[in-house]
């Protein structure tokens, strides 16, 4: 099945540990997306990346770090600096084409609840 | 800079009723608007999207909303609301660069 796939569903991190988010997308989509998702906030952007080996910093960046080294797959690291991080992280990928180039819609994965112990 | 304000926080309609979630939206340039839901402890999933053309535009599971430049808004509607369809339904403009801006999300209850 086409889809993006994200693991694990929970996770749990000890205060000062980094934990790393996996997400894996078969659609050939050239760019993804990292959404938190807090109560009542909606979700915020915390990286995007349109091609490989290239990322940008969305709107709440700090704290995380992301790579691009293949197509497929966006991992997002949470770092022992983002001092909040208990939350729903999605992922979502999306097609990329110069024709429609702003109508495609995204694709998200499950999520991944990230709980600090 | 682009923003989507969903102003109801919870709607609440009997099943067989019509349902309305209210979306206002705030662009520079052509709007492109889009509808999501997600159940609970999932990740979204499309409904619906408003590029050009026509007002009134058709989703999946029998949604539609309808966009009116005018007034500023793509209120997503249902004829006749089911049990299954309480889920907390996202709005989401096209923001800067290829990304999205999403509303705060509403949540909707359909009671039996």
């Known amino acids: 099945d086409g889809g993006i796939t994200q693991s694990p569903k929970y996770l749990f991190r000890k205060e000062g540990q980094n934990v790393t988010l996996s997400c894996e997308q078969n659609l050939n989509h050239d760019a993804m997306y990292w959404y938190r998702q807090d109560p009542g906030q909606g979700l915020r952007l915390i990286y995007y990346?349109?091609?490989?080996?290239?990322?940008q910093k969305g709107d709440i960046a700090e704290g995380y770090s992301v790579s691009r080294e293949k197509k497929e797959s966006f991992p997002l690291t949470v770092t022992s600096a983002q001092k909040n991080p208990t939350a729903f992280y999605l992922c979502?990928?999306?097609?990329?084409?110069?024709?429609?180039?702003?109508?495609?819609?995204?694709?998200f994965g499950q999520g991944t609840r990230l709980t600090v112990v | 800079a682009q923003s989507v304000a969903q102003p109801e926080d919870q709607v609440n309609v009997a099943e067989g009723n019509p349902l309305t979630v209210k979306c206002t939206y705030s662009v520079s340039g052509n709007p492109y608007l889009f509808w999501y839901v997600q159940y609970p402890n999932r990740g979204l999933q499309f409904l619906l999207k408003y590029i050009t053309g026509d007002n009134l535009v058709k989703g999946s599971y029998g949604f539609e909303a309808e966009f009116n430049k005018s007034q500023t808004s793509f209120h997503l509607k249902k004829p006749s609301a089911l049990v299954s369809d309480s889920a907390l339904y996202f709005c989401a403009v096209r923001g800067y660069g290829q990304n999205f801006v999403f509303g705060p999300g509403t949540r909707l209850s359909v009671l039996p």
């Open positions: 990346s349109q091609i490989v080996n290239d990322f």
């Open positions: 979502a990928s999306r097609r990329w084409t110069n024709r429609d180039l702003m109508n495609t819609e995204a694709f």
